[in-house]
């Protein structure tokens, strides 16, 4: 998907090149710089939670326990993207002919089970960054592509629920990441133009979702690294949340 949009006017100025690794523990990206924005509004998963790998378990074992056929690609395809639209992912992959319904009942078990287990923890620096938020009252939301039932479950699960103002949620627009609607419903529920907000995603199509809703975004790398056409665009890249909450102390 190419993306033509030009980012807003934000001091971005770290960036992997296409061909770069992602850091090892011993390098860090270069810095970069933010304005301060009047709301921020996060991605959840990958970004808040550290969910995206239990997730990728999840599937793996489900198509093991329905004897289906699964690649961890396919599963790191799905990253960012709602269960509709993960479904058709895996129908592309492995065929109109593939269980779909029962892995999808087979991830759910397990999804739902370590949720509840709380097999799901933070992201390193999200306390520090909502106290950050909070005391300058800069009102946040979540724009995920997860249903709201389980979103809210899981936020209030990790104690975070009562920290947002809105939330967008993937069961509530027409069209999911990468298209803009989630972030622009997100703005719309926060009365903040996007323009203003700060977006946070982990994913390849959040990124190209809020850069399509003309909403400066960092990207922070977690099991993805930046696309081409997103390091064409000078996006800014993040190790974790606390280079973002670093570069808006200096803002």
């Known amino acids: 998907m190419a993306l033509h949009r030009r980012m807003p006017c934000l001091h971005f100025c770290r960036l992997p090149t296409p061909d770069s690794r992602l850091p090892t523990p011993d390098s860090r990206l270069p810095m970069f710089t933010l304005s301060l924005p009047r709301a921020v509004i996060f991605d959840m998963d990958g970004t808040l939670l550290d969910s995206e790998r239990v997730a990728l378990d999840c599937f793996a074992q489900a198509a093991q326990a329905i004897g289906a056929p699964w690649r961890e690609e396919v599963g790191l395809s799905l990253v960012g993207l709602n269960a509709r639209d993960s479904d058709r992912r895996i129908l592309a992959a492995f065929g109109e002919d593939f269980p779909i ?4 009942h087979a991830f759910d078990e397990r999804y739902e089970d370590a949720i509840v287990r709380g097999a799901i923890p933070l992201k ?9 938020l ?3 009252r800069i009102p ?7 249903r709201r039932t389980r979103a809210e479950t899981k936020l209030a699960r990790a104690g975070l629920l009562p920290r947002f ?9 027409r ?13 719309r529920h926060l009365g903040v133009e996007p323009r203003h907000c700060l977006a946070l995603e982990d994913s390849n199509a959040g990124v190209r ?18 696309d081409a056409d997103i ?20 803002a």
């Open 165 to 173: 103002r809105a939330l967008a949620c993937g069961d509530e627009v």
């Open 124 to 132: 390193p620096y999200v306390r520090e960054l909502f106290d950050y």
């Open 101 to 104: 319904a029962a892995l999808r």
């Open 140 to 146: 946040c939301a979540v724009a995920t592509s997860t």
């Open 231 to 250: 390091c064409r665009l000078g996006v800014a890249c993040a190790d974790s949340l606390k280079d973002v909450l670093l570069a808006l102390q200096r």
């Open 209 to 226: 979702s809020a850069v399509s809703a003309s909403m400066p975004v960092v990207m922070l790398l977690d099991l993805l690294r930046p």
């Open 134 to 136: 909070d005391a300058r």
């Open 175 to 187: 069209h999911g990441k990468p298209a803009p609607d989630i972030f622009e419903l997100a703005a």
